[in-house]
């Protein structure tokens, strides 16, 4: 078990529509990153939350939005859903800036798109 | 973008074999993680390599950072049926914080 933990575990959306994912990171680690990971692949990187500002985004539509907050927990935002953003949603988080690669994460998200 | 090749895309071995899995890279990277997933769980570290040619054990699990930056290798020895699961190279460029390029995985089944 990592520490980290994640809200909802799963939850099946229409298109179009809205969703909110959670995540508390490991005490003592202040930095928070997102994931997708589409059936049958690797994880894919999302963003990365530092010191409640944003410092590193992959190559996701700005309707992929996020927040960190002062305790480091972080929510990940997706608007406008599509069914290709039906997908298992990672946080992981990190002592510090992420220096060494070593990423805890949480067990997941599973999101449908319908 | 960059993209990271795994082989074989998945093994069905018999317990106690050993077991050899690689990634390959169109670029270099300055580190080279290994995790492991199971069902209902997100990954794992298993093993990172920050200097190219860094041969690095833990436990029955080898891994080796290739000289040329574009490639790692990950052994497994005499395989136990807990080894199942999906194991994924992941690539970090330096100043790159916590983004990580993902291998498709390898997945792996073992037979008792």
């Known amino acids: 078990e990592t520490g980290v933990t994640q809200?909802?575990?799963?939850?099946?959306?229409?298109?179009?529509?809205?969703?909110?994912?959670?995540?508390?990171?490991q005490s003592?680690?202040?930095?928070?990153?997102?994931?997708?990971?589409?059936?049958?692949?690797?994880?894919?990187?999302i963003f990365q939350y530092y010191r409640e500002e944003e410092n590193g985004r992959g190559n996701f539509p700005p309707r992929f939005s996020g927040l960190q907050f002062p305790n480091y927990s972080s929510e990940l935002n997706v608007n406008a859903l599509e069914l290709d953003?039906?997908?298992?949603?990672?946080?992981?988080?990190?002592p510090g800036q992420g220096a060494t690669g070593e990423l805890f994460f949480g067990e997941g998200s599973r999101l449908t798109v319908l | 973008g960059q993209q990271l090749n795994q082989s074989p895309q998945s093994m069905f071995i018999q317990e106690g074999e050993d077991v050899s899995m690689n990634c390959t890279s169109s670029s270099i990277?300055?580190?080279?993680?290994?995790?492991?997933?199971e069902p209902g769980e997100g990954p794992v570290l298993l093993i990172a390599l920050y200097k190219a040619g860094e041969l690095t054990s833990n436990g029955r699990l080898t891994a080796q950072f290739g000289i040329t930056r574009k490639d790692s290798f990950l052994n497994i020895s005499?395989?136990?049926?807990?080894d199942v699961g999906i194991y994924f190279c992941a690539g970090q460029l330096n100043n790159a914080g916590n983004m990580l390029t993902f291998g498709g995985g390898t997945r792996l089944m073992v037979k008792p």
Do not use: E, M
């Open chain 1, 7 to 25: 809200s909802p575990t799963h939850l099946i959306k229409t298109r179009g529509q809205q969703v909110t994912l959670r995540c508390s990171s």
């Open chain 1, 28 to 45: 003592g680690h202040n930095t928070v990153s997102w994931y997708q990971q589409a059936l049958g692949q690797g994880p894919q990187f």
């Open chain 1, 85 to 94: 953003d039906s997908a298992l949603y990672l946080c992981a988080s990190s």
């Open chain 2, 29 to 37: 990277f300055n580190t080279w993680l290994w995790y492991k997933q």
């Open chain 2, 78 to 82: 005499a395989s136990i049926p807990s």
